[in-house]
């Protein structure tokens, strides 16, 4: 299951770049970027949580979803890395758009 979750995360994290790309080219709204990764970063925060919360099986109950927890805690750090930068990209955005 986390080799899902690893595929969908990489997939999403390109998309972030191309939409970031686009609006640096004034192509596509700031807004809409900002509100898909913020979202992102709550399903995966909620996924993580919830992988957090699962009894295990076996005799080290604790360690069966550690991978899972940890794949989608690792991708809301990394969504929130993006959405900072994003927001730096937007500032300096807009600041050379008020210059011209």
């Known amino acids: 299951m986390d080799i899902i979750f690893l595929v969908l995360y ?6 972030f770049i191309v939409k970031l790309v686009k609006c640096l080219k004034n192509k596509s709204s700031w807004k809409s970027l900002f ?3 913020i979202i992102s970063i709550i399903i995966s925060a909620l996924l993580s949580i919830y992988y957090d ?22 991708a ?18 807009k600041i050379k ?4």
Not at 53 to 58: I, K
Not at 76 to 93: D, E, G, K, N, P
Not at 97 to 100: A, C, I, M, Y
Request: glycine letters at 8%; one cysteine or more.
């Open 97 to 100: 758009n008020n210059k011209k």
């Open 35 to 37: 509100l898909f990764e």
């Open 10 to 15: 990489i997939f999403i994290f390109v998309f």
């Open 76 to 93: 809301a750090v990394l969504f929130v890395c993006v959405l900072i930068i994003s927001f730096l990209a937007y500032i300096i955005h």
């Open 53 to 74: 919360s699962l009894p295990g099986t076996g005799p080290m109950s604790g360690l069966t979803y550690i991978r899972e927890w940890f794949v989608n805690f690792g």
